[in-house]
């Protein structure tokens, strides 16, 4: 079974500042991982993703994450946060060597950013 | 180019209706998934097709719920005998045929079941 948690409802954070969204996952084997982002009243929209290779991996809009094997986390980070990154932020997992293409989502989690 | 569409963007129907929902994946893409997200549970899979191989049904949560994909491409999603727990955003994937590559979401359907 696959399994993704986002411990934080919502983080607020002051325009400027860094913002990290937390992300730990589990599967059996090896993992697929994806960030997303929604927006009030649109689907989901793909920021980034891990696969292989390097452990940090670079997104849209200026979001990283860095693949964490031994902690099994996958945070979501910017370096300046901006009002307009205000929205839902969702983690999602694939166990590469489970049948089936599904993605488990966690919860996720809300940011504001405040001006 | 165009992205994943879905018709209708919302819908509002009395309980005990059959409701179906609409989606047109990217032009390509093989693989076509649906999820529901709802307030209680977050975003779940539902079902998912790839190519003519056998659709995963293994997250339709009730035998009221069927999807089907004609031609390899557009899929019907439908909700018989609507109860009022079906009330949910419905949302669409679609993605290439590699298991690593990106799944694409369209804007979603928003049913209301009264």
């Known amino acids: 079974a696959q399994s993704v948690a986002q411990p934080e409802d919502q983080v607020n954070v002051a325009e400027g500042n860094p913002l990290t969204v937390k992300c730990t996952y589990s599967v059996s084997g090896n993992p697929y991982l994806f960030w997303y982002v929604q927006y009030p009243n649109r689907g989901l929209q793909f920021l980034l993703k891990y696969i292989t290779g390097d452990n940090l991996v670079k997104g849209s809009y200026g979001f990283e994450a860095e693949f964490n094997k031994s902690q099994t986390s996958f945070h979501l980070k910017k370096p300046s946060a901006l009002v307009s990154d205000s929205a839902l932020y969702f983690c999602?997992?694939?166990?590469?060597?489970?049948?089936?293409?599904?993605?488990?989502f966690g919860g996720g989690t809300r940011v504001l950013v405040k001006p | 180019g165009a992205g994943v569409s879905q018709s209708p963007s919302n819908k509002v129907t009395e309980k005990g209706k059959d409701v179906e929902l609409r989606c047109d994946p990217i032009s390509g893409h093989t693989a076509l998934y649906w999820y529901r997200q709802s307030l209680g549970q977050g975003l779940e899979f539902l079902i998912y097709f790839q190519g003519n191989s056998a659709p995963d049904k293994s997250g339709l949560p009730s035998d009221r719920f069927s999807a089907e994909r004609t031609g390899g491409s557009v899929s019907t999603l439908t909700i018989q005998r609507t109860q009022q727990e079906d009330s949910a955003v419905y949302l669409c994937?679609?993605?290439?045929?590699?298991?690593?590559?990106?799944?694409?979401f369209g804007p979603g359907t928003r049913l209301t079941v009264l």
């Open positions: 999602a997992v694939r166990d590469i060597g489970a049948a089936g293409n599904k993605l488990t």
């Open positions: 994937a679609s993605s290439p045929v590699q298991r690593g590559d990106t799944q694409y």
